[in-house]
């Protein structure tokens, strides 16, 4: 057989069966209280943080805590129900979505006034996105109150291109009442030298969308990170989870899940105890009181901007306006693109709402969040931590919904959107143009 | 090694339902045989074609498709201590879980390796030996270690641990176990002091096959490294009488349920 070498992969699925083969010991032979349920989630929650650090495969990770789950029941343990597991799974699992390829946009910026149901509908045309083989436009329809079916408001447009070809448009979205987001898809794609579109919305006239003499895009950045710093964003993915958290944040964060991520990085070697995002993230957890058993890492200081955003945690003089965007285009980050369509800022938090390609299932995060977290900071240096939530709403896009916390500076004039994922960071800065919401 | 994996096993057998009667299914020489079915080789073509398996067929198709998987190391037993309460109810919940992949799971495949092992004890420690004698050096898949390494090192260190554990009276959480990959028996070392102690083992996957699961692991006070010779139930086996120490040959028997050092 002779000397081989693992691959580091193969070292770090290892570990995770060492761990699962140590727990399933503890269960069957010491004879002291077991908790499957504990066993399975702080499995998983080690699990993850390896496939969040691209230590190992999806495939891998969930082979281990299966066949630890089956293991367990075997020897009449209680564990996680399959339904339970699957939602574990679910909400970790990352799976694909069709990607659009390189997507064009055309930002437009129209309001359109239409009536629905006997009550006036405010609708806000953000973006033109046309791909090779399809096109949409990003709407979000206001009421002035709660609207049964307004989302209704918002289908059966009508467009026509400057050649005189027809359009139907049809939405996908989502949205809570009165407001209501989405794309509206075109039922064919749009010739390459389309130079403007006429779009119809129902009971309005037509909205000339100028695509040969658009606005400029706003401004954006992209930056390549390297491979072996994806474990350090996990990490500081899980720190601004714990800022955004006690800014007000409402999911939890569970801190023996926390906890045993950091452990599995650590004991299979993805990370070591010099890590900076391991600092940081002990700096963290030290200041706001949490155990993650980091005891023993010597924390550097917090970086100034997370302190910042400490500082304003309880403020609430966040503005009630909503700055509706156009052309705020993210960068292609992982086969994704993301555009952002508004910020609605409330007094103690901001909600920003986006339209989203390729964005991998789940739309939500849990704890411990995966690699890719968004953040935001103002021109006054204020720094912006978010949770994400939202829902696909076809086979290609979601609509993803950020709360922002704590609340926007009344002060701040614009705003750079971060996200951050495996291979990189790209951002987008905006105006804050705030405006009355209806 | 001359002898074949299984040859240090005893036969084992279990009855099922079978149509009208209770048949005999027998573990015997490394593998699973419908003892009442006088054409049993011609049956299984038979259903191989499409026709109907009955009860006893149908088991003995099933251990055969898991006698290299993996799995059953997962789930199987790490040592005669540790018992398997495989009810039909436990049996039930270990369908596979659905995923988005596949949203309505397949019942049959991922609830047969429970089902084998509701068979008893000698039959989970019959089709962990064979599982394990697959992905040893002289098995069908010994060109598949490295990817197997993750869960071969679990498997050997979840049944090595517990033996070694007994052995010094140590912690079993202070056993290091790792694969040893070349020819030989491997390596044991002791490290550490008093209060502090950690056993290093080394140990082919084939410890797991030849010694571990006949029962061979702990005789007498010695350890089983390996299997010279087997005819059960005599074995002539290597052992060590303490860590760091050269390996004796020791002469074993199977008596009253057990193995010992024979006279």
New interface residues.
């Given amino acids: 057989m002779g000397d081989f070498r693992m691959t580091d992969a193969k070292l770090a699925e290892t570990y995770l069966r060492l761990q699962a083969e140590a727990a399933l010991r503890r269960a069957w032979r010491t004879g002291e209280p077991f908790e499957g349920h504990t066993c399975i989630r702080l499995m998983a929650a080690q699990a993850w943080a390896l496939v969040c650090a691209d230590a190992i495969e999806y495939a891998a990770a969930e082979s281990v805590i299966e066949q630890l789950r089956s293991a367990l029941i075997g020897r009449g343990f209680d564990t996680l129900s399959g339904a339970e597991l699957w939602s574990l799974q679910r909400q970790k699992h990352w799976a694909r979505r069709p990607q659009p390829g390189p997507l064009r946009t055309v930002p437009v910026g129209a309001v359109a006034l239409c009536e629905f149901g006997g009550r006036p509908v405010r609708m806000f045309l953000g973006t033109l996105f046309l791909a090779a083989d399809s096109a949409g436009l990003s709407v979000i329809a206001t009421a002035s109150a709660p609207h049964p079916g307004l989302i209704d408001a918002v289908e059966h447009w009508t467009a026509t291109d400057d050649r005189g070809t027809s359009y139907r448009l049809g939405l996908t979205g989502d949205g809570d009442n009165p407001c209501c987001e989405g794309v509206l898809h075109f039922d064919s794609a749009l010739p390459v030298n389309v130079r403007w579109l006429d779009v119809t919305p129902p009971g309005a006239g037509p909205i000339r969308v100028d695509i040969e003499s658009a606005p400029p895009a706003l401004p954006t950045s992209a930056v390549t990170m390297p491979a072996d710093t994806v474990a350090e964003r996990y990490l500081d993915a899980l720190a601004i989870r714990m800022l955004w958290r006690i800014c007000g944040g409402a999911a939890a964060l569970d801190e023996p899940d926390a906890a045993a991520a950091v452990s599995a990085l650590l004991g299979a070697g993805v990370l070591t105890p010099g890590s900076m995002a391991l600092g940081r993230l002990a700096a963290t957890a030290s200041r706001l009181g949490l155990d993650l058993g980091l005891a023993s890492v010597p924390p550097p200081n917090m970086p100034e901007h997370w302190l910042g955003m400490l500082q304003r945690r309880d403020e609430r003089d966040g503005r009630t306006a909503v700055a509706q965007l156009t052309g705020a285009v993210l960068p292609e980050l992982d086969g994704v693109w993301c555009v952002i369509d508004e910020i609605v800022s409330k007094a103690d938090h901001a909600v920003v709402r986006i339209q989203a390609w390729g964005w991998p299932i789940p739309v939500c995060q849990v704890t411990p969040p995966g690699p890719v977290y968004w953040t935001a900071h103002d021109d006054l240096g204020g720094f912006y931590a978010a949770s994400q939530g939202g829902r696909a709403t076809s086979d290609e896009d979601t609509s993803l919904v950020l709360e922002l916390r704590p609340a926007i500076h009344p002060a701040a004039s614009d705003m750079r959107i971060v996200l951050t994922g495996r291979t990189g960071e790209v951002s987008v800065t905006v105006p804050l143009d705030w405006q009355d919401r209806a | 090694m001359t002898s074949p994996w299984w040859a240090a096993f005893g036969p084992a057998d279990y009855q099922v339902r079978c149509g009208a009667g209770l048949h005999r299914l027998l573990w015997a020489d490394g593998a699973l045989r419908p003892a009442d079915h006088a054409d049993a080789d011609g049956e299984l073509v038979i259903v191989a074609l499409g026709g109907r398996a009955t009860p006893c067929l149908e088991l003995v198709r099933v251990w055969d498709r898991h006698c290299d998987d993996l799995?059953v190391l997962?789930?199987g037993p790490?040592s005669a201590?540790?018992?398997?309460?495989?009810s039909a109810e436990?049996i039930a919940?270990?369908?596979?879980?659905?995923?988005?992949i596949q949203p309505i799971?397949v019942p049959d495949e991922h609830a047969e390796?429970?089902a084998l092992?509701a068979l008893g004890q000698p039959f989970q420690f019959g089709l962990s030996g064979a599982v394990a004698h697959a992905w040893s050096?002289d098995g069908e898949h010994?060109g598949g270690?490295?990817e197997a390494?993750?869960?071969l090192?679990?498997a050997l260190?979840?049944r090595f641990?517990?033996v070694a554990a007994q052995w010094l009276g140590i912690d079993?959480?202070d056993v290091e176990t790792s694969i040893h990959?070349?020819?030989g028996w491997g390596a044991i070392e002791l490290t550490g002091s008093a209060g502090g102690q950690t056993l290093r083992g080394a140990l082919p996957v084939s410890w797991l096959a030849r010694v571990w699961a006949p029962g061979l692991g702990l005789v007498g006070g010695h350890l089983v490294v390996s299997v010279l010779q087997a005819a059960w139930p005599v074995a002539q086996v290597l052992a060590l009488d303490r860590p760091g120490a050269s390996p004796v040959e020791l002469r074993l028997r199977h008596t009253a349920g057990a193995w010992s050092v024979a006279a």
């Fill in positions: 799995s997962a789930v790490r201590d540790d018992q398997l309460t495989l436990a919940e270990l369908m596979p879980v659905p995923t988005f799971p390796v429970p092992m050096a010994a270690l490295a390494w993750p869960t090192t679990a260190a979840g641990a517990p079993p959480d990959p070349g020819s």
